[in-house]
């Protein structure tokens, strides 16, 4: 156990929908990332928040948001949703900014958009 | 070509056998990351490392910053070391990490 959360486990819904997914980082780390693997991309670096601020961003569409709250729980929200938004969504937490420490991955949250 | 290149894709051994999985990148990074993603989808990071060598347990990870190249070596390789294996390299003032394609590795008992 990682120590980090990530709700829901399974989500399944329609294109064109919109849905939030939730991560609560270890306790202590300040940073969260978010992370995308679909079967054709494998792993893609999304965004990082750290302390609540954007730090990082990576291969995000404009149609995907993401946010961090004041107790350090991240959500990531994903809007007029399509077939190819199909994938494992992970976030991992570390003690620092920079990428200087290990990071500590989720469990996923597994999105089917049919 | 990717910035991060894992060989073998796919790799299946006895159990016992000694194990070598190879990643190359090709741009300047600061670290480079060892992750293993078990069948269930979860993922561990296993090493971060930005000089030399590290070892945990039966893994090995070495990397060689000039020829810009990592490997992660299983000993005494078991059937629950089944797992994709995934070298992600974070880059010189970034944050972000660019990863393999990863190797699926299968030990048979």
């Known amino acids: 156990d990682s120590g980090v959360t990530q709700t829901p486990k399974h989500l399944i819904t329609a294109t064109g929908q919109r849905v939030t997914l939730r991560c609560s980082p270890r306790s202590g780390d300040l940073s969260v990332y978010w992370y995308q693997q679909s079967l054709d991309q494998g792993l893609q670096f999304l965004i990082q928040y750290y302390n609540g601020e954007e730090r990082a961003k990576g291969n995000i569409l404009e149609r995907f948001s993401a946010q961090q709250f004041p107790d350090l729980h991240s959500e990531l929200n994903l809007s007029s949703l399509e077939l190819g938004d199909s994938a494992l969504y992970f976030c991992a937490s570390s003690v620092r900014w920079d990428g200087g420490s290990e990071q500590y991955f989720g469990p996923g949250t597994r999105l089917t958009v049919t | 070509k990717n910035e991060v290149e894992q060989s073998p894709q796919n790799l299946t051994a006895q159990e016992g056998e000694f194990i070598t999985i190879n990643c190359s990148y090709s741009?300047?990074?600061?670290?480079l990351h060892w992750l293993q993603q078990h069948p269930g989808g979860g993922i561990v990071s296993l090493f971060m490392?930005?000089?030399g060598k590290k070892k945990h347990g039966r893994l090995i990870a070495t990397i060689n910053i000039q020829e810009k190249h990592s490997s992660l070596h299983i000993t005494a390789s078991h059937p629950r070391d089944s797992a994709v294996y995934i070298c992600a390299a974070r880059h010189q003032g970034a944050q972000k990490l660019v990863f393999g394609q990863g190797t699926r590795l299968t030990i048979n008992p």
């Open positions: 490392l930005s000089s």
């Open positions: 741009v300047g990074i600061s670290a």
